[in-house]
């Protein structure tokens, strides 16, 4: 549990470095803001055709409205893995509304 907690903060660290709006992460779930819920679906089908597996929530499943990918840090996941995680998410940011 404590390398999961220490992966979800490096992936946070990341994800802000990269200028996404990633919330802080209190345990092994990294949530990362879409600017709409059509933006998230689009999104998440994008990553996840590229090999990277992340959830995607919407209202009403929210419930502060706010659509977002969600990661799940694992406590295996190597230095390598977690930058091309943080590359795919944000090479992928800038076609949401493609």
């Known amino acids: 549990a404590e390398r999961a907690r220490a992966v979800a903060g490096e992936l946070h660290a990341r994800l802000t470095a990269a ?7 209190d345990a ?3 949530s ?15 990553c996840r055709a590229a090999g990277l ?3 995607c929530f ?12 969600r990661l799940t840090a694992r406590a295996d996941l190597t230095a ?7 590359r795919l998410i944000a090479a992928r940011r800038g076609h949401e509304s493609a």
């Open 28 to 30: 092994a779930v990294v």
């Open 53 to 55: 597996a992340v959830g």
């Open 19 to 25: 200028g996404l709006e990633a919330v802080r992460p």
């Open 80 to 86: 390598q893995q977690i930058e091309r995680a943080v």
């Open 32 to 46: 990362v803001r879409a600017p709409s819920p059509e933006d998230a679906v689009r999104w998440a089908a994008r």
């Open 58 to 69: 919407r209202p009403p499943s929210v419930p502060d409205g706010i659509s977002r990918l």
